[in-house]
């Protein structure tokens, strides 16, 4: 009979573990609960922990928060993991929470249960762990992790705020669009085209590709969810990211943007870093591997190797011709001042600013754009459909004797 390792709670809310023989796992949760256990984690002997899911970002500042409360106002990081277990409902967060605080109490650190996560901890998140816990300084550290994600927090919150309201407008154009191709066309295209009367090239065309599509409608939908799907996982491939980014490097505003956002998030991880003590070659390396224009991506293996040959971080920087003046200028002053952490969490903010303007600037373009669009396919296919009318109303005309004829009695 096959063996199950599981983790529980006993009667007393104490986490135990051991091994029990059953021949399914539910029937080892049964057998569990028959002990009067509360069952946390049930695997085959052998077999791997992998939990699998996400942790949205608001979860995750509050995790931090709470870690850096709690360590500061000396309570134990077990006991303080164990308790928000406790008033934790998402699941896959309280499953990571158990298996945080089972780690612990088996003489693990933190960090190691990180690593287990790569979907869910980023790089800078594990090595700021690592860098508090060599020092003993956690809590700040967890203090820190709670002010970038808080600010990564805001910034993509703004970005998807901003462009909210011209995606509706885009889903709305699409949708009228696609309502009169596959439903109103057909119909009157089907009533003229029976005419047999002389329509323009592109009206005569619009009919008859409305109604082939039409009656298609089924295969076009599953085609069009299996593209968007497609789409979706194509775009977490960084390859496809990458020739996205190549493509729209021509379109200045879109650009700007996400460089703009790029650098406020690469100087705010840069700065905590720093300021955790994480040598400048490791943090400049996570900093710009965490990044999404493959410019700054690509710098991820140059630059540290620039610093670690001695040369300078403002000099190297200066060199790659990627960052813009006024950051070179502002890396220098915080090299010679020694403060370049607050120098970097400076010109984060400024960025953070400068990326607000952007969307402001962008949403005011594509708003009367988007009209423009839907004002001029909205109008094309109204054109369309009076063109025919006004055939049909001409040739009852002349059928009639022309326009002014009365009929003599």
């Known amino acids: 009979m096959p063996q199950f390792n599981y983790q529980a709670l006993n009667p007393n809310k104490q986490i135990v573990t051991g091994i029990v023989a059953a021949r399914h796992r539910k029937e080892a949760a049964r057998e569990l609960q028959k002990k009067g256990f509360s069952p946390l984690t049930i695997r085959e002997a052998n077999e791997k922990i992998q939990i699998k899911g996400k942790i949205a970002p608001i979860d995750k500042i509050t995790f931090c928060r709470y870690i850096s409360t709690m360590l500061s106002s000396g309570l134990s990081l077990s006991d303080g993991i164990s308790v928000l277990r406790e008033e934790t409902k998402q699941p896959f967060m309280r499953s990571l929470l158990s298996d945080m605080s089972y780690s612990l109490e088996q003489g693990k650190q933190l960090s190691s249960v990180f690593e287990r996560y790569p979907h869910v901890f980023e790089p800078y998140f594990l090595t700021l762990t690592r860098a508090g816990e060599a020092s003993g300084t956690l809590a700040d550290v967890f203090k820190y992790l709670e002010s970038e994600l808080r600010a990564e927090y805001s910034l993509s919150s703004k970005v998807k705020g901003a462009l909210l309201y011209p995606a509706i407008i885009f889903i709305a154009m699409l949708s009228i669009g696609i309502l009169m191709f596959f439903f109103i066309m057909p119909q ?127 000099q190297a920087v200066k060199e790659q011709k990627v960052f813009p003046t006024l950051m070179v200028q502002m890396i220098a002053a915080g090299e010679r001042s020694g403060t370049l952490d607050a120098t970097l969490a400076d010109l984060a903010s400024f960025y953070e600013e400068e990326v607000e303007e952007q969307l402001k600037n962008l949403t005011q373009i594509l708003e009367p754009m988007l009209m423009l669009l839907v ?12 063109a025919p009318i006004y055939s049909v109303v001409g040739s009852f005309q002349q059928a009639a004797g022309g326009p002014g004829v009365l009929p003599v009695h």
């Open 375 to 386: 004002g001029i396919g909205v109008g094309a296919m109204i054109l369309s459909i009076i």
């Open 188 to 314: 009157i295209g089907k009533v003229f085209l029976s005419l047999r009367l002389t329509l323009p090239w592109i009206t005569r065309t619009l009919f008859t590709v409305s109604i082939a599509m039409s009656k298609q409608m089924l295969p076009i939908a599953v085609l069009a969810v299996l593209g968007v799907i497609g789409g979706f996982f194509l775009l977490r491939r960084p390859a496809v990211r990458e020739l996205l980014f190549r493509l729209i490097k021509p379109i200045p505003m879109i650009r700007n943007l996400i460089k703009e956002v790029d650098l406020a998030r690469f100087n705010r991880i840069f700065s905590t870093l720093l300021k955790s003590a994480v040598p400048i070659t490791e943090a400049l390396e996570i900093s710009l591997t965490s990044l999404s224009w493959f410019e700054y991506k690509e710098l991820a293996r140059k630059l540290p190797e620039e610093i670690s040959k001695g040369k300078a971080l403002s």
